[in-house]
């Protein structure tokens, strides 16, 4: 019997570290981004960091503490701390037609294909209690 207690504690126990877990943010490099995006059994939300402007304002902390409140996990790529040849590769992706680049945008993506998509701008930033990108996560829940 204090055995069996013991073990339903411990499963207890790792059951709620596991649902603690995921982290708000994955931060991956682009071809593991561009791979995993378009993936058919890929459903999430992504972005790809590529302004100065929204790197100088530190957006992507914002983003992460909205996607930590909602329980979600936001993939994504930071163009500006690549090297040349990566930052180039992009560049050239970006005018493929039917590759689907969330460049500036998170998106949620279903089963590979993108679904719906919010402009990351300085108002969205600014906005009080950052309600329009709170709901777009809740739609996607």
Do not use: W
């Not at 914002?62 to 560049?91: A, K, M, R």
Request: with cysteine.
């Amino acid at each position: 019997m204090k055995i069996t207690k013991s073990l339903f504690l411990l499963l207890m126990t790792a059951v709620i570290l596991a649902g603690c877990g995921s982290e708000p943010l994955n931060k991956m490099e682009y071809a593991d981004f561009k791979e995993t995006i378009t993936q058919d059994d890929f459903t999430g939300f992504a972005y790809i960091l590529s302004d100065f402007h929204a790197e100088e304002r530190n957006y992507i902390s914002v983003i992460e503490e909205v996607f930590q409140e909602e329980g979600e996990t936001l993939i994504y790529y930071n163009d500006l701390d690549s090297p040349d040849e990566v930052h180039e590769q992009f560049n050239e992706d970006s005018g493929l037609i039917e590759l689907y680049l969330p460049d500036e945008k998170v998106a949620y993506i279903e089963g590979g294909q993108p679904v719906s998509e919010l402009e990351v701008t300085e108002e969205l930033m600014k906005e009080g209690n950052h309600e329009t990108l709170k709901q777009f996560i809740q739609d996607h829940k």
